[in-house]
């Protein structure tokens, strides 16, 4: 169905985020990082074959939880660990911490620390795309919990009544911090929540690599085409808390088991090995890149520079 070195690419790359965000699980338990991080472990095919659909020069908007869109849409995890370490080298020179990142020159339009905050500036950087008819497409990401906000009924709406190029993309992972999500919404349907701006709805399965990328292309598609914005829900789960301070205790212990033997590490891994695409031997040896890339990664933050001081007024809007 798709190219066998771009599927082993895309393993690769899912396994670098799983192991980039355990390692900030590890380095926050140990005191190493401090703030505050959203770690997206668990979600990994929501990320990256999603972004598969995309061509370089389309955009993506993130959310609080955006390490792994990040990585997918082709960021480097050495920047974004010394950003987290609030190093001079990070893509915010050590300023913005875990929830605002940025690298416009590969399509990546950042994160945002309130819920649902960057759906309406995907949508205006979908608009852009229309006037200046560059047949450039935005992918937006965000949450189940940022679909009760209204930024997100006014911005799908805009995106549906304009015919704008976006995909809106929530990844439903069951909670909203700790909220159920049956508990927040009367109607749990979100895909559905589509019929009500007049655009195309899709519920999938979002730890299945190969159902998300398909989903994606079509949407892509359909936006490219000027067939305006499609609402996809990927069914997925986080395998860590909301933050790094929560220990999932409103969780019960079977729905987690449920999940873990749905890990899409472990169905994206078993599908090749299955279609002999890659052995036991490679999926364990990519393994092991993925864990070298991201122990580079510490160590290129660990010995990088502290901002200087003397530029603690650049960049800002307004100064004492």
């Known amino acids: 169905m798709f190219p066998v070195e771009q599927l082993i690419e895309h393993y690769r790359v899912m396994l670098v ?18 703030g505050t991080a959203h770690l997206c472990a668990g979600q990994e095919a929501c990320a990256v074959g999603a972004i598969a659909a995309l061509e370089p020069d389309d955009l993506v ?47 990546f339009l950042g994160m945002h620390g309130i819920t649902g905050g960057m759906i309406p500036v995907a949508t205006g950087a979908a608009l852009s795309q229309k006037l200046l008819n560059t047949g450039q497409v935005v992918l937006c990401f ?15 709406n805009i995106g549906a009544v304009w015919g704008l190029p976006i995909v809106y993309f929530c990844e439903n992972n ?39 990328r398909q989903a994606a292309e079509q949407a892509v598609e359909h936006a490219r085409a000027g067939g305006g914005p499609t609402l996809i829900e990927a069914q997925t789960y986080r395998i ?4 790094k301070s929560d220990d999932c205790q409103y969780r019960p212990g079977d729905e987690e088991q449920l999940w873990a033997a749905r890990d899409p590490l472990k169905l ?18 990519l393994h092991r890149e993925a864990q070298s890339m991201v122990s580079e990664a510490v160590e290129f933050a660990r010995r990088s520079p502290a901002p200087d001081p003397q530029t603690i007024g650049n960049n800002l809007f307004s100064q004492f």
Not at 17 to 34: A, P, S, V, W, Y
Not at 70 to 93: D, Q, V
Not at 240 to 243: A, E, N, Q, R, V
């Open 17 to 34: 985020i799983r192991h980039f965000e355990e390692t900030l699980n590890r380095l926050f338990g140990e005191g190493l990082i401090l």
């Open 61 to 107: 908007s993130s959310n609080h939880r955006g390490h792994g869109h990040f990585i997918a849409k082709g960021g480097e995890p050495k920047r974004i660990m010394a950003e987290l370490f609030g190093k001079a080298t990070g893509y915010s020179g050590g300023r913005g911490a875990s929830q605002h990142m940025a690298d416009f020159s590969i399509g």
């Open 142 to 156: 965000f949450g189940d919990g940022a679909t009760g906000s209204g930024a997100f009924h006014e911005a799908v």
């Open 174 to 212: 069951l909670y909203a911090m700790s909220t159920p999500l049956q508990q927040a919404f009367k109607n749990t349907d979100i895909a559905g929540r589509a019929s009500a701006y007049g655009i195309p709805g899709v519920q999938i399965d979002g730890n299945d690599y190969f159902a998300v």
């Open 240 to 243: 860590f808390g909301h933050s």
């Open 268 to 285: 994206m891994g078993q599908r090749l090995i299955d279609g002999e695409i890659i052995s036991e031997v490679q999926a364990e040896q």
